[in-house]
């Protein structure tokens, strides 16, 4: 047992205590911790992500489970330059977008792209810039990322650390999840962390949800995320400096034509922005288009491509893609369609083919061509359409029964100048790997 104190040492202890004053409490000081959406201010965003899923469908009464991994990176450029309660004016320069579903490419073709958006009162439109173009159903597609410019959400106007507060992930969530989904509230309690006035950043941390809603042929049905959300603002730069969200995923609804088809799964992704004064060279940057698989289904046919072609408009009878480089020069597109014929010889269609052109009086250029299909015939015929020159050149092959039409078609300074990528697509043009729709 240790020796007690001395009683002098008592006494000059107590006298010490009685002297120093009590500590008041400390008490946080609110912190102005809304955001506000800067003017001809370029905003950097560079996002990256992964999501892992597993599906269980019921084919002709058997379950069926097919596993699906998704990997993504984007780095784009945002631009405010008008924003009041009757206009908005923006832009979105997308330096890069890479796509992994499932370890084949599939990236989008709107790499490169200048995309402008408009809203005047509740009405919203998005154009391409520049000497690229995009099909109109493609730019409704992304019209839903637009409300995530600028990566902005509404915080409190004021906030003491430690305080809990709801914030709604809604204008968030085209990048967490995706902006072919459509979202409603998305209601998420935060705790503030954290704040450095030396840095001028906040930190919140919390659960967040996020559900989305799809409505198309393809794909119907709900998604829903739940998951760790962390956010991180540059409060000085008005700016979302960095989020991480990371969670599970649940899908219900309908692939396809078939319906009831639920799958779990996981998701993460990062997201980090920076203020970005050399925004002019990067918009200058020629993007880099990577090749990959486009199939069509219906036709049971495959070909490889640049992923600056962009599928559209694809009807029950044929297969479309259209080029999106070189507006200036007009459009070129990329079409599979199917002819059924009574001849089962190969060499008496093909000259019904040329003699068809003849009968028509159609001046056209005649050549043989082959593909891993096998060998078929091509015709070649420039005329002119409403003053403008057109070209078309379609090649006839032989396929499961029935012949396939590889052509390409439109403006004819567009489709000469996407010639080389039609001629050497053709050299991957083969049976699908996948079964028919």
Known sequence: MPAPLPIAVLSIVAVCQDEVPALAPVIAEPVNTSLHVPLNQPLLVEHSGKNEFK???????????????????????????ELNDDREVAT????????????????????????????????????????????????????????????WAKFPDQLKV?????LD?????????????????????????????ATSLAVYAGRGRVVGKLDEEKMAGTVTSDGDCRIVVHLAEQRIDTIDFAGSMQ?????????????????????KTRLEPNASRLRAVRPEFRKREFQSRRHK????????????????????????LDAEKGEADLSFQV?????????????QIDDEFRKENIKAEFKDVSCPLGKGRATIVDKEEAGRKKFVRSEF????????????????????????EYEAARKTLKPSKEPPQ
């Not at 084949?104 to 439109?125: C, K, W, Y």
């Not at 899908?251 to 639920?262: A, E, H, I, L, Y």
């Not at 046919?301 to 999106?324: C, G």
């Not at 009574?342 to 269609?349: I, L, M, N, V």
């Open 251 to 271: 899908f219900d609804g309908r692939v396809g034509n078939v319906t009831g088809v639920r799958g779990t799964g996981s998701c993460r992704c990062t997201l």
């Open 397 to 420: 092959y032989p396929h499961d029964g029935v012949w396939l039409v590889y052509k390409l078609s439109g403006d004819a300074e567009a489709c000469k100048a996407a010639l080389k």
């Open 55 to 81: 599906l269980t469908l019921e084919i002709a009464k058997k379950r069926v489970e097919h596993s699906l991994v998704e990997e993504f990176t984007d780095r784009f450029i945002d631009e405010y330059t």
């Open 162 to 166: 430690g305080d809990r507060f709801d």
């Open 339 to 351: 002819l059924q014929t009574s001849s089962a010889d190969p060499k008496t269609f093909l000259g």
């Open 92 to 151: 979105r320069h997308i330096l890069q977008s890479r796509r992994m579903s499932d370890g084949r490419i599939a990236d989008p073709p709107s790499q490169g792209m200048t995309l402008e958006f408009r809203r005047v009162g509740t009405d919203t439109n998005l154009q391409v810039q520049g000497d690229r173009l995009l099909p109109k159903e493609k730019l409704q597609e992304l019209l839903g990322l637009f409300d995530a410019l600028w990566i």
């Open 169 to 197: 992930l809604r204008y968030l969530a085209p990048i967490l999840l995706g902006g072919e989904f459509d979202y409603d509230s998305c209601p998420t309690q935060l705790v503030f962390e954290s704040h450095d006035p």
């Open 301 to 324: 046919v495959m070909i490889e491509l640049p992923s600056s072609w962009a599928e559209f408009d694809n009807k029950e009878s044929s297969y479309q893609l259209v080029r999106t």
